[in-house]
Protein backbone atom coordinates (compact mmCIF):
# COMPACT_ATOMS: atom_id res chain seq x y z
CA UNK A 1 0.00 0.00 0.00
CA UNK A 2 3.20 2.27 1.16
CA UNK A 3 4.47 1.62 -2.69
CA UNK A 4 1.43 2.43 -4.53
CA UNK A 5 0.51 5.72 -2.54
CA UNK A 6 4.36 6.59 -3.34
CA UNK A 7 3.96 5.93 -6.99
CA UNK A 8 0.66 7.64 -6.99
CA UNK A 9 1.89 11.08 -5.46
CA UNK A 10 4.70 11.07 -7.88
CA UNK A 11 2.45 10.48 -11.09
CA UNK A 12 0.14 13.34 -10.01
CA UNK A 13 2.84 15.54 -10.38
CA UNK A 14 2.65 14.90 -14.11
CA UNK A 15 -0.67 16.42 -14.52
CA UNK A 16 0.09 19.36 -16.22
CA UNK A 17 1.25 17.26 -19.65
CA UNK A 18 -2.46 16.26 -20.07
CA UNK A 19 -4.99 18.51 -21.35
CA UNK A 20 -7.93 16.83 -19.82
CA UNK A 21 -8.92 14.81 -16.86
CA UNK A 22 -9.50 11.86 -18.71
CA UNK A 23 -6.58 11.76 -20.31
CA UNK A 24 -4.69 12.12 -17.19
CA UNK A 25 -6.64 9.03 -16.10
CA UNK A 26 -6.03 7.14 -18.87
CA UNK A 27 -1.98 7.78 -18.81
CA UNK A 28 -1.87 6.87 -14.93
CA UNK A 29 -3.62 3.47 -16.03
CA UNK A 30 -1.23 2.78 -18.83
CA UNK A 31 1.90 3.97 -16.78
CA UNK A 32 0.49 1.43 -13.89
CA UNK A 33 0.12 -1.36 -16.77
CA UNK A 34 3.55 -1.02 -17.70
CA UNK A 35 4.71 -1.64 -14.07
CA UNK A 36 2.80 -4.79 -13.49
CA UNK A 37 2.37 -6.60 -17.01
CA UNK A 38 3.49 -10.05 -17.06
CA UNK A 39 3.92 -9.66 -20.87
CA UNK A 40 5.48 -7.49 -23.29
CA UNK A 41 3.10 -8.48 -25.92
CA UNK A 42 2.24 -4.64 -26.89
CA UNK A 43 -0.81 -2.35 -25.75
CA UNK A 44 -2.86 -6.23 -25.19
CA UNK A 45 -0.40 -6.67 -22.39
CA UNK A 46 -1.32 -3.54 -20.67
CA UNK A 47 -5.21 -4.37 -20.72
CA UNK A 48 -4.52 -7.65 -19.62
CA UNK A 49 -2.37 -6.66 -16.44
CA UNK A 50 -4.96 -4.67 -15.38
CA UNK A 51 -7.92 -6.89 -16.47
CA UNK A 52 -9.65 -4.30 -18.03
CA UNK A 53 -12.33 -4.71 -20.77
CA UNK A 54 -11.74 -5.60 -24.53
CA UNK A 55 -13.19 -2.15 -25.39
CA UNK A 56 -10.18 -0.35 -23.76
CA UNK A 57 -8.51 -1.57 -26.04
CA UNK A 58 -9.35 0.75 -28.62
CA UNK A 59 -8.99 3.97 -26.11
CA UNK A 60 -5.82 2.88 -24.63
CA UNK A 61 -4.55 3.31 -28.66
CA UNK A 62 -6.96 6.58 -29.06
CA UNK A 63 -4.87 8.21 -26.00
CA UNK A 64 -1.25 7.25 -27.22
CA UNK A 65 -2.29 8.73 -30.73
CA UNK A 66 -4.30 11.40 -28.48
CA UNK A 67 -2.50 15.52 -28.98
CA UNK A 68 -3.61 15.66 -25.40
CA UNK A 69 -0.97 14.70 -24.41
CA UNK A 70 1.60 16.95 -24.41
CA UNK A 71 5.02 14.92 -24.58
CA UNK A 72 7.20 17.52 -24.42
CA UNK A 73 5.88 19.37 -21.50
CA UNK A 74 5.41 15.96 -19.79
CA UNK A 75 9.31 14.93 -20.71
CA UNK A 76 10.14 18.68 -18.68
CA UNK A 77 7.84 17.81 -15.91
CA UNK A 78 9.29 14.32 -15.39
CA UNK A 79 12.93 16.06 -15.60
CA UNK A 80 12.27 18.42 -12.72
CA UNK A 81 10.36 15.52 -10.45
CA UNK A 82 13.42 13.18 -10.68
CA UNK A 83 15.91 16.34 -9.57
CA UNK A 84 13.20 17.06 -6.88
CA UNK A 85 12.27 13.81 -5.23
CA UNK A 86 15.81 11.30 -5.98
CA UNK A 87 18.19 11.45 -3.08
CA UNK A 88 21.09 10.64 -4.43
CA UNK A 89 21.84 11.59 -7.68
CA UNK A 90 25.67 11.10 -8.70
CA UNK A 91 27.03 14.91 -8.51
CA UNK A 92 31.08 15.78 -9.81
CA UNK A 93 31.59 18.85 -8.27
CA UNK A 94 27.72 19.74 -7.28
CA UNK A 95 27.07 19.13 -10.85
CA UNK A 96 24.92 16.50 -11.89
CA UNK A 97 26.17 13.51 -15.06
CA UNK A 98 23.79 12.85 -17.98
CA UNK A 99 24.72 9.77 -20.06
CA UNK A 100 23.59 9.82 -23.47
CA UNK A 101 24.20 7.12 -26.06
CA UNK A 102 22.03 5.52 -28.91
CA UNK A 103 19.49 2.93 -29.38
CA UNK A 104 18.57 0.85 -32.61
CA UNK A 105 15.29 -1.07 -31.73
CA UNK A 106 14.15 -3.87 -34.16
CA UNK A 107 10.66 -3.09 -35.83
CA UNK A 108 8.80 -5.28 -38.74
CA UNK A 109 6.35 -3.58 -39.55
CA UNK A 110 6.42 -2.30 -43.33
CA UNK A 111 4.15 0.50 -42.81
CA UNK A 112 5.53 1.99 -39.74
CA UNK A 113 7.31 5.61 -40.49
CA UNK A 114 10.98 5.99 -39.77
CA UNK A 115 12.23 1.80 -40.21
CA UNK A 116 14.88 1.69 -42.02
CA UNK A 117 18.01 -0.39 -42.42
CA UNK A 118 20.15 0.24 -39.54
CA UNK A 119 23.76 -1.00 -39.22
CA UNK A 120 24.28 -2.17 -35.67
CA UNK A 121 28.08 -1.93 -35.04
CA UNK A 122 28.00 -3.99 -31.61
CA UNK A 123 30.84 -6.13 -31.09
CA UNK A 124 28.65 -8.85 -29.76
CA UNK A 125 28.04 -11.85 -31.77
CA UNK A 126 24.19 -11.83 -30.53
CA UNK A 127 23.03 -9.63 -32.95
CA UNK A 128 22.47 -9.31 -36.67
CA UNK A 129 24.82 -6.76 -38.77
CA UNK A 130 21.68 -5.24 -40.79
CA UNK A 131 18.17 -5.11 -38.56
CA UNK A 132 14.97 -2.80 -39.91
CA UNK A 133 13.97 -0.84 -37.11
CA UNK A 134 14.22 2.23 -35.57
CA UNK A 135 17.14 4.39 -34.60
CA UNK A 136 16.63 6.12 -30.81
CA UNK A 137 18.58 8.63 -28.93
CA UNK A 138 18.23 8.05 -25.26
CA UNK A 139 19.29 10.59 -22.32
CA UNK A 140 19.48 9.39 -18.37
CA UNK A 141 20.98 10.97 -15.44
CA UNK A 142 23.88 9.14 -13.39
CA UNK A 143 22.53 8.16 -9.56
CA UNK A 144 23.78 6.86 -6.81
CA UNK A 145 22.19 3.93 -4.34
CA UNK A 146 23.91 2.45 -1.64
CA UNK A 147 27.28 0.81 -3.03
CA UNK A 148 26.25 1.37 -6.73
CA UNK A 149 25.45 3.36 -9.32
CA UNK A 150 22.58 3.48 -11.67
CA UNK A 151 21.17 5.54 -14.61
CA UNK A 152 17.69 6.83 -14.44
CA UNK A 153 15.90 7.17 -17.97
CA UNK A 154 15.05 10.71 -18.79
CA UNK A 155 14.50 10.99 -22.20
CA UNK A 156 14.23 9.23 -25.69
CA UNK A 157 13.49 9.99 -28.98
CA UNK A 158 13.45 8.12 -32.62
CA UNK A 159 16.23 10.42 -34.46
CA UNK A 160 16.14 9.08 -37.92
CA UNK A 161 14.02 7.82 -40.80
CA UNK A 162 12.50 10.44 -41.75
CA UNK A 163 13.11 13.47 -43.53
CA UNK A 164 10.63 16.26 -43.28
CA UNK A 165 12.20 18.54 -45.22
CA UNK A 166 15.31 18.78 -47.86
CA UNK A 167 16.50 21.85 -45.92
CA UNK A 168 16.94 20.08 -42.64
CA UNK A 169 21.06 19.69 -42.53
CA UNK A 170 21.00 17.97 -38.86
CA UNK A 171 22.66 15.42 -37.66
CA UNK A 172 22.51 13.13 -35.10
CA UNK A 173 25.20 14.68 -32.89
CA UNK A 174 23.03 18.12 -33.49
CA UNK A 175 19.54 16.29 -32.35
CA UNK A 176 21.15 14.88 -28.89
CA UNK A 177 22.14 19.08 -28.31
CA UNK A 178 18.18 19.50 -28.87
CA UNK A 179 17.57 16.51 -26.92
CA UNK A 180 19.06 17.59 -23.89
CA UNK A 181 17.67 20.80 -24.14
CA UNK A 182 14.13 19.50 -24.30
CA UNK A 183 15.03 18.30 -20.64
CA UNK A 184 14.57 22.13 -19.05
CA UNK A 185 17.50 21.80 -16.84
CA UNK A 186 18.13 24.83 -15.08
CA UNK A 187 22.12 23.77 -13.77
CA UNK A 188 25.05 22.89 -15.72
CA UNK A 189 26.13 19.56 -15.77
CA UNK A 190 28.38 16.65 -17.51
CA UNK A 191 27.39 15.21 -19.99
CA UNK A 192 28.45 11.49 -20.50
CA UNK A 193 29.26 9.85 -24.30
CA UNK A 194 31.07 7.31 -26.12
CA UNK A 195 33.42 8.13 -28.92
CA UNK A 196 30.53 8.86 -31.59
CA UNK A 197 29.73 11.89 -29.82
CA UNK A 198 33.63 13.54 -29.44
CA UNK A 199 33.11 16.18 -31.85
CA UNK A 200 33.09 19.95 -32.53
CA UNK A 201 29.56 20.70 -32.67
CA UNK A 202 28.39 18.67 -29.09
CA UNK A 203 31.34 20.41 -27.65
CA UNK A 204 30.39 23.91 -29.01
CA UNK A 205 26.56 23.03 -27.95
CA UNK A 206 27.76 21.68 -24.76
CA UNK A 207 30.12 24.93 -23.86
CA UNK A 208 27.90 27.53 -24.99
CA UNK A 209 24.96 26.55 -21.86
CA UNK A 210 27.91 26.56 -19.57
CA UNK A 211 28.22 22.29 -19.59
CA UNK A 212 31.07 20.22 -20.34
CA UNK A 213 32.01 16.56 -22.17
CA UNK A 214 33.16 13.52 -20.95
CA UNK A 215 34.28 11.01 -23.71
CA UNK A 216 36.39 8.86 -25.33
CA UNK A 217 38.49 9.91 -28.53
CA UNK A 218 39.57 7.14 -31.30
CA UNK A 219 43.03 5.88 -31.49
CA UNK A 220 44.13 8.13 -34.56
CA UNK A 221 43.27 11.53 -32.70
CA UNK A 222 45.52 14.77 -32.49
CA UNK A 223 46.01 17.27 -31.17
CA UNK A 224 48.42 20.71 -31.03
CA UNK A 225 50.35 22.79 -28.49
CA UNK A 226 49.47 26.00 -28.16
CA UNK A 227 51.34 28.63 -30.72
CA UNK A 228 54.62 29.99 -29.01
CA UNK A 229 53.89 33.90 -28.87
CA UNK A 230 55.58 35.84 -31.33
CA UNK A 231 57.15 39.09 -30.34
CA UNK A 232 55.92 42.16 -31.85
CA UNK A 233 59.00 43.02 -33.65
CA UNK A 234 59.23 39.63 -35.23
CA UNK A 235 55.58 39.08 -36.71
CA UNK A 236 54.63 39.03 -39.76
CA UNK A 237 51.58 39.94 -41.61
CA UNK A 238 48.25 38.05 -41.14
CA UNK A 239 46.40 36.67 -38.25
CA UNK A 240 48.56 35.26 -35.50
CA UNK A 241 48.99 31.28 -35.69
CA UNK A 242 46.82 29.86 -33.11
CA UNK A 243 48.20 25.80 -33.14
CA UNK A 244 51.87 24.78 -32.55
CA UNK A 245 53.19 21.48 -32.93
CA UNK A 246 51.27 18.66 -33.71
CA UNK A 247 50.78 15.36 -30.82
CA UNK A 248 49.33 12.62 -31.40
CA UNK A 249 47.01 11.54 -28.14
CA UNK A 250 48.38 7.91 -28.49
CA UNK A 251 51.76 9.15 -28.34
CA UNK A 252 51.65 10.45 -24.23
CA UNK A 253 51.98 7.11 -23.26
CA UNK A 254 55.45 6.23 -25.25
CA UNK A 255 57.08 7.66 -22.19
CA UNK A 256 57.06 4.97 -19.69
CA UNK A 257 59.31 7.80 -16.97
CA UNK A 258 56.14 10.19 -17.98
CA UNK A 259 53.43 8.07 -16.97
CA UNK A 260 51.43 8.10 -13.84
CA UNK A 261 50.66 5.10 -11.68
CA UNK A 262 47.49 4.66 -9.63
CA UNK A 263 45.17 2.09 -8.49
CA UNK A 264 42.04 1.88 -10.60
CA UNK A 265 39.05 4.08 -9.70
CA UNK A 266 36.59 2.58 -12.29
CA UNK A 267 33.04 0.93 -10.86
CA UNK A 268 33.76 -2.13 -9.53
CA UNK A 269 37.04 -2.75 -9.95
CA UNK A 270 39.86 -3.46 -6.75
CA UNK A 271 43.52 -3.94 -6.46
CA UNK A 272 43.90 -2.97 -10.13
CA UNK A 273 46.89 -0.41 -10.95
CA UNK A 274 46.77 1.80 -14.22
CA UNK A 275 48.95 3.83 -15.61
CA UNK A 276 47.78 7.52 -17.54
CA UNK A 277 49.47 10.42 -18.81
CA UNK A 278 47.34 13.57 -19.14
CA UNK A 279 47.59 16.81 -21.30
CA UNK A 280 45.71 20.07 -22.09
CA UNK A 281 46.15 20.77 -25.78
CA UNK A 282 43.73 22.89 -28.15
CA UNK A 283 41.52 20.43 -30.31
CA UNK A 284 41.16 21.60 -33.48
CA UNK A 285 37.48 19.87 -34.03
CA UNK A 286 36.74 22.42 -31.60
CA UNK A 287 38.94 24.89 -31.59
CA UNK A 288 39.39 25.09 -27.55
CA UNK A 289 41.63 23.90 -25.21
CA UNK A 290 40.73 20.24 -23.75
CA UNK A 291 42.01 17.90 -21.35
CA UNK A 292 43.50 14.36 -22.41
CA UNK A 293 43.71 11.37 -20.34
CA UNK A 294 45.57 8.26 -22.08
CA UNK A 295 45.12 5.19 -19.93
CA UNK A 296 46.51 1.86 -20.02
CA UNK A 297 44.85 -1.11 -18.40
CA UNK A 298 46.75 -4.23 -17.39
CA UNK A 299 43.87 -5.71 -18.75
CA UNK A 300 41.96 -3.62 -20.65
CA UNK A 301 44.80 -2.55 -22.67
CA UNK A 302 44.57 1.42 -24.13
CA UNK A 303 42.14 3.86 -24.21
CA UNK A 304 42.18 7.64 -24.77
CA UNK A 305 40.04 9.96 -22.77
CA UNK A 306 38.93 13.68 -23.31
CA UNK A 307 36.82 15.98 -21.56
CA UNK A 308 36.30 20.05 -21.95
CA UNK A 309 36.56 20.55 -18.07
CA UNK A 310 40.28 21.67 -17.51
CA UNK A 311 39.84 21.71 -13.93
CA UNK A 312 38.70 18.02 -13.31
CA UNK A 313 41.57 15.59 -12.47
CA UNK A 314 42.19 12.63 -14.46
CA UNK A 315 41.42 10.29 -11.64
CA UNK A 316 37.95 11.75 -12.04
CA UNK A 317 37.56 11.56 -15.55
CA UNK A 318 38.25 7.93 -15.81
CA UNK A 319 35.88 7.30 -13.03
CA UNK A 320 33.20 9.24 -14.89
CA UNK A 321 33.90 7.47 -17.90
CA UNK A 322 33.90 4.01 -15.91
CA UNK A 323 30.37 4.70 -15.56
CA UNK A 324 29.40 5.01 -18.73
CA UNK A 325 27.96 1.64 -19.33
CA UNK A 326 25.18 2.24 -16.33
CA UNK A 327 23.06 3.25 -19.44
CA UNK A 328 23.27 0.42 -21.72
CA UNK A 329 21.88 -1.38 -18.30
CA UNK A 330 18.86 0.43 -18.35
CA UNK A 331 18.32 0.05 -22.31
CA UNK A 332 18.48 -4.03 -21.13
CA UNK A 333 15.62 -3.07 -18.67
CA UNK A 334 13.60 -1.00 -20.74
CA UNK A 335 13.56 -3.93 -23.43
CA UNK A 336 13.41 -6.94 -21.22
CA UNK A 337 11.80 -5.86 -17.87
CA UNK A 338 9.30 -2.72 -18.98
CA UNK A 339 8.63 -2.79 -22.57
CA UNK A 340 9.40 0.85 -23.40
CA UNK A 341 10.04 -0.21 -27.21
CA UNK A 342 7.46 -2.50 -27.48
CA UNK A 343 5.12 -0.23 -29.57
CA UNK A 344 3.35 -1.71 -32.60
CA UNK A 345 1.43 1.16 -34.16
CA UNK A 346 0.52 0.83 -38.00
CA UNK A 347 -0.28 3.25 -40.44
CA UNK A 348 -2.75 1.73 -42.56
CA UNK A 349 -2.70 4.59 -45.38
CA UNK A 350 1.33 4.49 -45.94
CA UNK A 351 3.01 3.27 -48.39
CA UNK A 352 4.60 -0.11 -47.69
CA UNK A 353 8.41 0.21 -46.83
CA UNK A 354 11.00 -1.53 -49.21
CA UNK A 355 13.29 -4.07 -47.45
CA UNK A 356 16.51 -2.16 -48.76
CA UNK A 357 14.83 1.39 -47.61
CA UNK A 358 16.73 3.81 -45.93
CA UNK A 359 15.12 7.71 -45.26
CA UNK A 360 11.74 8.49 -45.79
CA UNK A 361 11.36 11.57 -47.65
CA UNK A 362 8.65 13.61 -46.96
CA UNK A 363 8.69 16.76 -48.16
CA UNK A 364 6.82 15.74 -51.73
CA UNK A 365 3.82 13.95 -50.23
CA UNK A 366 0.97 15.86 -49.43
CA UNK A 367 0.49 17.66 -46.44
CA UNK A 368 -1.98 15.34 -45.31
CA UNK A 369 0.26 12.44 -45.51
CA UNK A 370 2.63 14.23 -43.79
CA UNK A 371 0.37 14.74 -40.88
CA UNK A 372 -0.48 11.12 -40.57
CA UNK A 373 3.03 10.11 -40.77
CA UNK A 374 3.96 12.45 -38.04
CA UNK A 375 0.41 11.73 -35.91
CA UNK A 376 1.79 8.03 -35.49
CA UNK A 377 5.35 9.28 -34.66
CA UNK A 378 4.05 11.28 -31.53
CA UNK A 379 2.28 8.01 -30.99
CA UNK A 380 5.92 6.06 -30.72
CA UNK A 381 7.05 8.95 -28.50
CA UNK A 382 4.44 9.09 -26.44
CA UNK A 383 5.22 5.47 -25.09
CA UNK A 384 8.82 5.78 -25.02
CA UNK A 385 8.37 8.50 -22.98
CA UNK A 386 5.99 6.19 -21.01
CA UNK A 387 7.94 3.24 -20.78
CA UNK A 388 11.11 5.39 -19.32
CA UNK A 389 8.57 7.07 -17.23
CA UNK A 390 7.57 3.93 -15.29
CA UNK A 391 10.98 2.61 -15.13
CA UNK A 392 12.07 5.72 -13.50
CA UNK A 393 9.03 5.25 -11.26
CA UNK A 394 10.65 1.95 -10.15
CA UNK A 395 13.93 2.92 -9.70
CA UNK A 396 12.62 6.04 -7.14
CA UNK A 397 10.52 3.19 -5.34
CA UNK A 398 13.70 0.95 -5.01
CA UNK A 399 15.97 4.06 -3.74
CA UNK A 400 13.56 5.56 -1.31
CA UNK A 401 11.74 2.37 -0.29
CA UNK A 402 13.53 -0.25 -0.23
CA UNK A 403 12.59 -2.64 2.60
CA UNK A 404 8.95 -2.33 1.53
CA UNK A 405 9.88 -3.45 -2.36
CA UNK A 406 11.49 -6.49 -0.69
CA UNK A 407 8.48 -6.49 1.94
CA UNK A 408 6.24 -6.59 -0.84
CA UNK A 409 8.35 -8.90 -3.37
CA UNK A 410 6.81 -11.78 -1.73
CA UNK A 411 9.44 -14.42 -3.65
CA UNK A 412 13.02 -15.43 -3.18
CA UNK A 413 16.38 -14.16 -5.19
CA UNK A 414 19.84 -15.81 -4.42
CA UNK A 415 21.20 -12.52 -5.16
CA UNK A 416 19.79 -10.36 -2.31
CA UNK A 417 22.46 -8.47 -0.86
CA UNK A 418 22.53 -5.50 1.61
CA UNK A 419 23.21 -2.33 -0.46
CA UNK A 420 22.21 -3.50 -3.41
CA UNK A 421 18.88 -1.60 -4.19
CA UNK A 422 16.21 -4.04 -5.71
CA UNK A 423 16.06 -3.99 -9.42
CA UNK A 424 13.10 -3.07 -12.18
CA UNK A 425 12.09 -6.65 -12.07
CA UNK A 426 11.53 -6.84 -8.19
CA UNK A 427 10.08 -3.34 -8.44
CA UNK A 428 7.38 -4.92 -10.97
CA UNK A 429 6.44 -8.04 -8.47
CA UNK A 430 6.37 -6.22 -5.73
CA UNK A 431 3.48 -3.59 -7.39
CA UNK A 432 1.84 -6.19 -9.07
CA UNK A 433 1.78 -7.87 -5.89
CA UNK A 434 0.64 -4.69 -3.70
CA UNK A 435 -2.11 -3.46 -6.31
CA UNK A 436 -5.56 -5.49 -5.31
CA UNK A 437 -4.68 -4.08 -1.70
CA UNK A 438 -4.14 -0.76 -3.47
CA UNK A 439 -7.49 -1.00 -5.51
CA UNK A 440 -9.56 -2.01 -2.29
CA UNK A 441 -9.05 1.29 -0.32
CA UNK A 442 -10.95 4.35 -1.53
CA UNK A 443 -9.62 6.74 0.83
CA UNK A 444 -6.89 7.64 -1.30
CA UNK A 445 -6.32 7.77 -4.95
CA UNK A 446 -10.28 7.92 -5.01
CA UNK A 447 -11.17 8.89 -8.66
CA UNK A 448 -8.17 7.01 -10.27
CA UNK A 449 -9.70 3.56 -8.40
CA UNK A 450 -13.39 5.06 -9.59
CA UNK A 451 -12.43 5.24 -12.89
CA UNK A 452 -10.33 1.96 -13.24
CA UNK A 453 -13.03 -0.30 -11.05
CA UNK A 454 -15.55 1.01 -13.90
CA UNK A 455 -13.54 -0.66 -16.58
CA UNK A 456 -12.40 -3.77 -14.87
CA UNK A 457 -13.62 -6.56 -16.55
CA UNK A 458 -14.93 -9.01 -13.64
CA UNK A 459 -15.30 -12.11 -16.09
CA UNK A 460 -11.52 -12.12 -16.81
CA UNK A 461 -9.21 -13.85 -14.09
CA UNK A 462 -6.84 -10.82 -13.67
CA UNK A 463 -10.05 -8.96 -13.08
CA UNK A 464 -11.52 -11.23 -10.49
CA UNK A 465 -7.70 -11.05 -8.38
CA UNK A 466 -7.52 -7.41 -8.38
CA UNK A 467 -10.88 -7.01 -6.82
CA UNK A 468 -11.06 -9.74 -4.96
Not at 92 to 120: E, N, W, Y
Not at 168 to 194: N, S, V
Amino acid sequence: MTLWMLWWGWVEALRPACGRTRTFFWMATCLMGMSTRKDLMGVTSLIRALGLRPGCYDRVLDFFHSPSLNVNVLTRLWCALVFRVHPSLYRVRGKPVLIGDGLKVAKSGRKMPAVKKLHQTSASNTKPEYIFGHSCQAVAVLTRVGATCGALPLISRIHEGLVLSNRDQRTLLDKMIQLLDRLGLHEPFYFLADAYYASGGVVRGLLEQGNHLVTRVKRNSVAYMPALPVSPDSRSRGRPRKYGRKITIASLLTQPADLIAAASPVYGETDVILRYATADLLWRAAGVLVRFVAVTHPRRGTILLMTTDLTLPALEVIKLYGLRFKIEVSFKQALHVVGTYTYRFWMATMTPLRRISGNQYLHRQSSSYRRNVLRKLSAYHRHIQLGLIAQGLMQLLATVKPQSVWGFFGSWMRTIRPGIPPSEQVCAMALRNGLPEFLADTRDAATLKKFLHERIDLQRAEGMQLVA
